[in-house]
Protein backbone atom coordinates (compact mmCIF):
# COMPACT_ATOMS: atom_id res chain seq x y z
CA UNK A 1 0.00 0.00 0.00
CA UNK A 2 0.98 3.57 -0.80
CA UNK A 3 0.35 6.90 1.17
CA UNK A 4 0.16 10.04 0.21
CA UNK A 5 -0.51 13.63 1.38
CA UNK A 6 -0.74 16.70 -0.52
CA UNK A 7 -1.70 20.11 0.01
CA UNK A 8 -2.39 23.41 -1.65
CA UNK A 9 -2.73 27.08 -0.79
CA UNK A 10 -4.56 28.34 -4.14
CA UNK A 11 -8.08 30.05 -3.41
CA UNK A 12 -9.74 28.83 -6.36
CA UNK A 13 -12.44 26.52 -6.60
CA UNK A 14 -11.95 25.38 -10.42
CA UNK A 15 -8.39 24.66 -9.69
CA UNK A 16 -9.03 22.77 -6.56
CA UNK A 17 -11.73 20.59 -8.32
CA UNK A 18 -9.50 20.26 -11.24
CA UNK A 19 -6.64 19.24 -9.04
CA UNK A 20 -8.60 17.02 -7.26
CA UNK A 21 -9.89 15.05 -10.61
CA UNK A 22 -6.29 15.10 -11.55
CA UNK A 23 -5.37 13.41 -8.33
CA UNK A 24 -8.14 10.72 -9.12
CA UNK A 25 -6.95 9.73 -12.05
CA UNK A 26 -2.86 8.94 -10.50
CA UNK A 27 -4.78 6.35 -7.74
CA UNK A 28 -3.08 3.15 -8.56
CA UNK A 29 -3.97 -0.01 -7.05
CA UNK A 30 -3.03 0.18 -3.02
CA UNK A 31 -3.26 4.21 -3.00
CA UNK A 32 -4.67 6.11 -0.33
CA UNK A 33 -4.45 9.94 -0.50
CA UNK A 34 -5.39 12.76 1.25
CA UNK A 35 -5.45 16.04 -0.22
CA UNK A 36 -6.22 19.60 1.58
CA UNK A 37 -7.34 22.22 -0.38
CA UNK A 38 -9.73 25.85 0.51
CA UNK A 39 -11.84 27.94 -1.41
CA UNK A 40 -12.44 31.66 -1.15
CA UNK A 41 -15.65 33.42 -1.78
CA UNK A 42 -16.99 30.75 -3.12
CA UNK A 43 -20.41 28.56 -3.78
CA UNK A 44 -20.35 24.97 -4.17
CA UNK A 45 -23.16 23.08 -5.73
CA UNK A 46 -23.70 19.75 -6.01
CA UNK A 47 -23.55 17.54 -9.34
CA UNK A 48 -27.39 17.13 -9.63
CA UNK A 49 -28.61 20.49 -8.54
CA UNK A 50 -30.31 23.70 -10.11
CA UNK A 51 -27.94 26.65 -9.94
CA UNK A 52 -30.35 29.57 -9.55
CA UNK A 53 -32.47 27.32 -7.14
CA UNK A 54 -29.93 27.06 -4.58
CA UNK A 55 -28.17 30.58 -4.57
CA UNK A 56 -27.94 34.07 -5.21
CA UNK A 57 -25.36 33.19 -8.31
CA UNK A 58 -25.27 36.41 -10.03
CA UNK A 59 -25.14 38.46 -6.42
CA UNK A 60 -22.39 35.72 -5.68
CA UNK A 61 -20.50 36.80 -9.19
CA UNK A 62 -20.72 40.65 -8.97
CA UNK A 63 -19.12 40.76 -5.52
CA UNK A 64 -16.52 38.87 -6.81
CA UNK A 65 -17.32 34.96 -5.98
CA UNK A 66 -17.33 32.06 -7.07
CA UNK A 67 -19.66 29.18 -8.41
CA UNK A 68 -18.57 25.98 -8.63
CA UNK A 69 -20.16 22.80 -9.53
CA UNK A 70 -18.99 19.40 -8.04
CA UNK A 71 -18.80 15.90 -9.78
CA UNK A 72 -20.32 14.85 -6.40
CA UNK A 73 -24.29 14.45 -5.11
CA UNK A 74 -25.20 16.75 -2.18
CA UNK A 75 -26.18 20.03 -1.64
CA UNK A 76 -24.98 23.40 -1.71
CA UNK A 77 -22.47 24.88 0.24
CA UNK A 78 -20.01 28.83 1.23
CA UNK A 79 -16.44 28.71 1.86
CA UNK A 80 -14.25 31.15 2.43
CA UNK A 81 -10.75 30.92 3.94
CA UNK A 82 -12.44 30.17 7.65
CA UNK A 83 -13.57 26.70 6.09
CA UNK A 84 -11.20 23.63 5.31
CA UNK A 85 -11.78 21.24 2.33
CA UNK A 86 -10.50 17.71 2.54
CA UNK A 87 -10.29 14.65 0.04
CA UNK A 88 -9.63 10.99 0.65
CA UNK A 89 -8.73 9.32 -3.12
CA UNK A 90 -8.54 5.68 -2.46
CA UNK A 91 -8.33 2.54 -5.05
CA UNK A 92 -11.68 0.20 -4.32
CA UNK A 93 -9.81 -2.41 -2.18
CA UNK A 94 -8.28 0.36 -0.04
CA UNK A 95 -11.35 2.70 0.13
CA UNK A 96 -12.55 2.36 3.84
CA UNK A 97 -15.08 5.28 5.16
CA UNK A 98 -15.16 4.58 8.83
CA UNK A 99 -11.23 4.71 8.60
CA UNK A 100 -10.99 8.08 7.20
CA UNK A 101 -13.69 9.62 9.22
CA UNK A 102 -11.44 8.53 11.99
CA UNK A 103 -8.98 10.67 10.73
CA UNK A 104 -11.35 13.77 10.95
CA UNK A 105 -11.99 12.65 14.55
CA UNK A 106 -8.63 12.42 15.74
CA UNK A 107 -8.32 15.84 14.57
CA UNK A 108 -10.84 17.04 15.70
CA UNK A 109 -9.85 15.52 19.48
CA UNK A 110 -6.28 16.81 19.68
CA UNK A 111 -8.85 19.61 20.06
CA UNK A 112 -11.14 18.61 22.22
CA UNK A 113 -14.17 18.57 20.58
CA UNK A 114 -15.62 15.06 20.05
CA UNK A 115 -17.66 14.45 17.08
CA UNK A 116 -20.04 11.48 15.65
CA UNK A 117 -21.30 10.91 11.85
CA UNK A 118 -24.66 11.28 11.25
CA UNK A 119 -26.95 9.57 8.52
CA UNK A 120 -27.13 12.79 6.29
CA UNK A 121 -23.08 12.40 5.31
CA UNK A 122 -22.33 14.99 7.95
CA UNK A 123 -19.82 15.30 11.01
CA UNK A 124 -21.42 16.45 13.99
CA UNK A 125 -20.68 17.92 17.14
CA UNK A 126 -22.12 15.70 20.56
CA UNK A 127 -25.12 18.45 20.64
CA UNK A 128 -25.73 17.96 17.57
CA UNK A 129 -24.38 20.90 15.36
CA UNK A 130 -22.78 20.79 11.51
CA UNK A 131 -19.44 21.26 11.11
CA UNK A 132 -18.31 19.35 7.79
CA UNK A 133 -20.28 17.97 5.18
CA UNK A 134 -19.62 15.14 3.11
CA UNK A 135 -20.01 14.03 -0.84
CA UNK A 136 -18.89 10.68 -2.32
CA UNK A 137 -17.80 9.54 -5.77
CA UNK A 138 -16.42 6.18 -7.77
CA UNK A 139 -15.29 4.78 -10.85
CA UNK A 140 -13.27 1.26 -11.52
CA UNK A 141 -10.22 2.68 -10.24
CA UNK A 142 -10.76 5.49 -7.31
CA UNK A 143 -13.35 6.04 -4.92
CA UNK A 144 -13.69 9.74 -3.51
CA UNK A 145 -14.59 11.08 -0.32
CA UNK A 146 -14.87 14.81 -0.09
CA UNK A 147 -15.59 17.29 2.92
CA UNK A 148 -16.08 20.28 4.38
CA UNK A 149 -14.73 21.49 7.91
CA UNK A 150 -15.87 24.69 9.18
CA UNK A 151 -13.08 26.47 10.98
CA UNK A 152 -14.21 30.05 11.36
CA UNK A 153 -16.53 30.57 8.21
CA UNK A 154 -18.41 33.71 8.20
CA UNK A 155 -22.01 32.22 8.72
CA UNK A 156 -23.73 35.16 7.84
CA UNK A 157 -22.63 34.66 4.52
CA UNK A 158 -24.33 31.48 4.43
CA UNK A 159 -27.57 33.23 4.48
CA UNK A 160 -26.51 35.90 1.88
CA UNK A 161 -25.90 33.53 -0.99
CA UNK A 162 -27.53 29.99 0.00
CA UNK A 163 -30.64 31.29 -0.82
CA UNK A 164 -32.37 31.31 -4.49
CA UNK A 165 -33.79 34.32 -6.34
CA UNK A 166 -37.36 35.25 -5.84
CA UNK A 167 -38.59 34.02 -8.79
CA UNK A 168 -40.97 31.45 -8.61
CA UNK A 169 -39.32 27.98 -9.50
CA UNK A 170 -40.40 24.80 -9.95
CA UNK A 171 -37.52 22.46 -10.41
CA UNK A 172 -35.66 19.40 -10.85
CA UNK A 173 -32.66 17.85 -9.07
CA UNK A 174 -31.32 17.32 -6.06
CA UNK A 175 -32.25 20.33 -2.85
CA UNK A 176 -30.07 21.56 -0.43
CA UNK A 177 -31.28 20.17 3.24
CA UNK A 178 -30.48 23.11 5.65
CA UNK A 179 -28.51 22.36 9.40
CA UNK A 180 -28.11 23.40 12.32
CA UNK A 181 -24.41 24.71 11.61
CA UNK A 182 -21.37 25.74 13.94
CA UNK A 183 -17.73 26.77 13.56
CA UNK A 184 -15.28 24.25 15.28
CA UNK A 185 -13.33 27.73 16.41
CA UNK A 186 -16.53 28.39 18.86
CA UNK A 187 -15.87 25.06 20.70
CA UNK A 188 -12.53 25.72 21.12
CA UNK A 189 -10.61 29.06 20.10
CA UNK A 190 -6.85 27.38 19.29
CA UNK A 191 -8.49 25.74 16.38
CA UNK A 192 -7.31 27.69 13.14
CA UNK A 193 -7.59 26.31 10.02
CA UNK A 194 -3.43 26.14 9.76
CA UNK A 195 -3.61 24.35 12.94
CA UNK A 196 -6.00 21.55 11.20
CA UNK A 197 -3.82 21.34 8.52
CA UNK A 198 -1.33 19.70 10.65
CA UNK A 199 -3.73 18.02 13.12
CA UNK A 200 -5.15 16.39 9.91
CA UNK A 201 -1.61 15.18 8.81
CA UNK A 202 -0.76 13.99 11.76
CA UNK A 203 -3.75 11.98 12.30
CA UNK A 204 -3.43 10.58 8.40
CA UNK A 205 -0.12 9.46 9.56
CA UNK A 206 -1.56 7.97 13.05
CA UNK A 207 -3.91 5.63 10.99
CA UNK A 208 -2.26 4.68 7.68
CA UNK A 209 1.25 4.78 8.71
CA UNK A 210 4.25 6.69 6.59
CA UNK A 211 3.33 8.46 3.61
CA UNK A 212 4.54 10.43 0.84
CA UNK A 213 4.35 13.87 0.19
CA UNK A 214 3.42 15.55 -3.22
CA UNK A 215 4.54 19.05 -4.00
CA UNK A 216 1.64 21.33 -5.20
CA UNK A 217 3.65 21.73 -8.52
CA UNK A 218 2.81 18.67 -9.64
CA UNK A 219 -0.67 19.65 -10.47
CA UNK A 220 0.49 22.42 -12.93
CA UNK A 221 -0.04 20.99 -15.84
CA UNK A 222 -2.19 20.95 -19.39
CA UNK A 223 -4.48 18.17 -17.74
CA UNK A 224 -5.41 20.66 -14.70
CA UNK A 225 -5.37 23.47 -16.48
CA UNK A 226 -8.01 21.64 -19.49
CA UNK A 227 -10.27 20.72 -16.56
CA UNK A 228 -10.27 24.12 -14.96
CA UNK A 229 -11.52 26.09 -18.43
CA UNK A 230 -14.32 23.37 -18.27
CA UNK A 231 -15.36 23.98 -14.63
CA UNK A 232 -14.99 27.57 -15.22
CA UNK A 233 -17.30 27.54 -18.17
CA UNK A 234 -20.80 28.64 -17.61
CA UNK A 235 -22.28 25.67 -19.39
CA UNK A 236 -20.55 23.23 -16.70
CA UNK A 237 -21.47 25.85 -14.24
CA UNK A 238 -25.15 26.70 -15.44
CA UNK A 239 -25.75 24.35 -18.19
CA UNK A 240 -25.44 21.26 -16.31
CA UNK A 241 -28.34 22.56 -14.50
CA UNK A 242 -31.14 19.98 -14.31
CA UNK A 243 -34.96 21.41 -16.02
CA UNK A 244 -36.72 24.13 -14.38
CA UNK A 245 -39.73 26.40 -14.61
CA UNK A 246 -39.93 29.80 -13.74
CA UNK A 247 -42.24 32.64 -13.60
CA UNK A 248 -42.06 36.51 -12.18
CA UNK A 249 -43.79 39.40 -12.57
CA UNK A 250 -43.41 43.12 -12.55
CA UNK A 251 -45.16 46.72 -12.93
CA UNK A 252 -43.81 48.76 -15.56
CA UNK A 253 -45.06 52.58 -16.09
CA UNK A 254 -46.41 51.43 -19.27
CA UNK A 255 -47.89 48.01 -17.73
CA UNK A 256 -47.72 44.74 -15.84
CA UNK A 257 -45.94 41.92 -16.89
CA UNK A 258 -46.14 38.10 -16.22
CA UNK A 259 -42.85 36.18 -17.36
CA UNK A 260 -43.55 32.45 -17.43
CA UNK A 261 -40.50 30.20 -19.02
CA UNK A 262 -39.08 26.49 -18.90
CA UNK A 263 -35.75 26.16 -18.54
CA UNK A 264 -33.63 23.48 -20.38
CA UNK A 265 -29.58 23.36 -19.70
CA UNK A 266 -30.23 26.70 -19.06
CA UNK A 267 -31.76 27.73 -22.22
CA UNK A 268 -35.21 29.13 -23.03
CA UNK A 269 -37.23 26.72 -24.13
CA UNK A 270 -40.70 27.87 -23.70
CA UNK A 271 -41.72 31.11 -22.62
CA UNK A 272 -45.32 32.81 -22.13
CA UNK A 273 -45.66 36.45 -21.69
CA UNK A 274 -48.84 38.06 -20.09
CA UNK A 275 -49.79 41.75 -19.82
CA UNK A 276 -51.98 44.23 -19.45
CA UNK A 277 -50.31 46.73 -21.51
CA UNK A 278 -52.17 48.46 -24.47
CA UNK A 279 -49.94 47.09 -27.13
CA UNK A 280 -51.26 43.88 -27.93
CA UNK A 281 -48.02 42.51 -30.24
CA UNK A 282 -45.31 43.36 -27.74
CA UNK A 283 -45.44 39.95 -25.52
CA UNK A 284 -45.59 38.17 -28.58
CA UNK A 285 -42.19 39.59 -29.72
CA UNK A 286 -40.83 39.28 -26.35
CA UNK A 287 -41.14 35.87 -26.79
CA UNK A 288 -39.82 35.53 -30.09
CA UNK A 289 -36.73 37.28 -29.38
CA UNK A 290 -35.80 35.23 -25.81
CA UNK A 291 -37.01 32.10 -27.23
CA UNK A 292 -33.87 29.78 -27.13
CA UNK A 293 -31.49 32.59 -25.57
CA UNK A 294 -29.65 31.73 -22.00
CA UNK A 295 -31.45 32.46 -18.62
CA UNK A 296 -28.98 35.50 -17.61
CA UNK A 297 -29.51 37.06 -21.18
CA UNK A 298 -26.31 37.52 -21.82
CA UNK A 299 -26.66 36.09 -25.51
CA UNK A 300 -29.83 38.55 -26.41
CA UNK A 301 -28.14 41.52 -28.75
CA UNK A 302 -30.28 44.33 -27.69
CA UNK A 303 -29.79 46.18 -31.21
CA UNK A 304 -29.46 43.35 -33.72
CA UNK A 305 -32.46 40.56 -32.50
CA UNK A 306 -35.49 42.41 -33.02
CA UNK A 307 -35.09 44.78 -36.12
CA UNK A 308 -38.67 44.72 -37.03
CA UNK A 309 -39.61 46.68 -33.93
CA UNK A 310 -40.97 50.39 -33.53
CA UNK A 311 -38.43 52.41 -31.52
CA UNK A 312 -40.97 52.72 -28.30
CA UNK A 313 -41.29 48.79 -28.63
CA UNK A 314 -37.18 48.19 -28.31
CA UNK A 315 -37.08 50.50 -25.54
CA UNK A 316 -39.51 48.38 -23.47
CA UNK A 317 -37.67 45.47 -24.61
CA UNK A 318 -35.01 46.93 -23.42
CA UNK A 319 -36.62 47.18 -20.28
CA UNK A 320 -37.88 43.59 -19.64
CA UNK A 321 -34.30 42.68 -21.19
CA UNK A 322 -32.39 44.40 -18.17
CA UNK A 323 -35.30 43.45 -15.70
CA UNK A 324 -34.96 39.39 -16.13
CA UNK A 325 -31.02 39.75 -16.17
CA UNK A 326 -30.89 41.56 -13.35
CA UNK A 327 -33.71 39.13 -11.54
CA UNK A 328 -32.31 38.42 -7.77
CA UNK A 329 -33.19 39.14 -4.35
Not at 21 to 28: E, N, Q, S
Not at 257 to 270: D, F, G, Q, T, W
Not at 295 to 301: I, N, Q
Request: overall charge negative; aromatic content about 10%.
Amino acid sequence: MSNYFIQTYTWNPWQNLAAEKYLAGRIKEGDVMLYLWQNDHTVVIGRNQNAIRECRAQLLEEEGGFLARRTTGGGAVYHDLGNLCFTFLASPEEYNLEKQLQVIQHACRKFGVETHFSGRNDIITEDGYKFSGNAFSKNSKCQIQHGTLMVNVDVSQLGRYLTPSKDKMKAKGVKSVQSRVCNLQDLNPEVTTDAMRQALRESFEELYGAYEELEPAFLDNPEVKETYALYSSWEWKFGKSPECETSCSRRFDWGELEVYRKLNAMHISEIMVFSDMLDAELPGKIEELLLGKRYDMADVDLEQDFPDCSEEQKEKIREVVRWLAGLRE
